[in-house]
């Protein structure tokens, strides 16, 4: 069941995975978070290597401003963009995200290792197919939007859901400047109509400033390295 499935959505597109601990229903799909016709879930994917307290607060606030009802983690095994050497093994990334969640909202989960794919176009279309009447909503930092042209298929990620993008202390200043804000400039409503985007037909993305965190997965990963080598 679980092979007829990925072979469905994924077309090829799966990267060698490490066997993690995983529940699956009676039809062998992967167990997934709480949810319900008519919610609103943002999705908020990463490698979350290690998690910060910028990540929850992205998601805090997407929640508040946008009226989302939950927001998913989606820890993945790697990023198809990055080199994944020294990536710590998923299950201690997914111990330290749900930790650090600590939210009665926030679902942390390894669904992309149940599935066996990398890739996010075929993460939302999969979530999209199982939870038909769920209003999902991609959560995104601003560095993220500023290399968001390089995804696989990302104009077609854009017209799966719409996007919200969490303002942060430097990529701010250009994200939206680069090839992907530019493609989608004419999706983007304004920040007072965030409560009505996860409602909206995508196309549609929406920017929220007031975060400006200096917090970066990136950098805490190269002082872990760094105290290694010491």
Not at 163 to 168: T, Y
Not at 201 to 210: D, E, F, T
């Amino acid at each position: 069941m679980r092979e007829g499935l990925v072979s469905e959505i994924m077309s090829g597109e799966s990267l060698p995975l490490r066997p993690v601990a995983t529940r699956f229903d009676r039809r062998g799909r992967p167990v997934l978070p709480p949810h319900a016709r008519g919610m609103c879930i943002g999705l908020f994917g990463g490698t979350f290597d290690p998690p910060h307290a910028a990540h929850r607060a992205a998601c805090l606030l997407a929640m508040r401003r946008i009226g989302l009802d939950r927001v998913w983690w989606l820890v993945t095994p790697g990023n198809p963009l990055k080199d994944n050497h020294g990536l710590a093994p998923l299950a201690e990334r997914l111990a330290a995200a749900r930790k650090l969640a600590h939210h009665a909202r926030i679902d942390v989960t390894d669904l992309e290792a149940d599935l066996g794919i990398t890739y996010t176009f075929a993460t939302i279309t999969y979530l999209i197919r199982r939870c038909p009447g769920v209003h999902f909503v991609w959560i995104m930092g601003a560095d993220n939007l500023r290399s968001f042209h390089r995804w696989q298929r990302w104009r077609d990620i854009a017209c799966l859901v719409p996007i919200v993008v969490i303002d942060r202390l430097g990529p701010s200043l250009y994200s939206a400047a680069g090839a992907a804000g530019q493609a989608l400039a004419w999706a983007r409503l304004p920040e007072a109509a965030a409560k009505i985007l996860p409602l909206r037909r995508p196309p549609a993305w929406i920017y929220l400033h007031g975060l400006k965190s200096p917090l970066s997965s990136t950098a805490l990963r190269a002082a872990r390295a760094l105290r290694r080598h010491k």
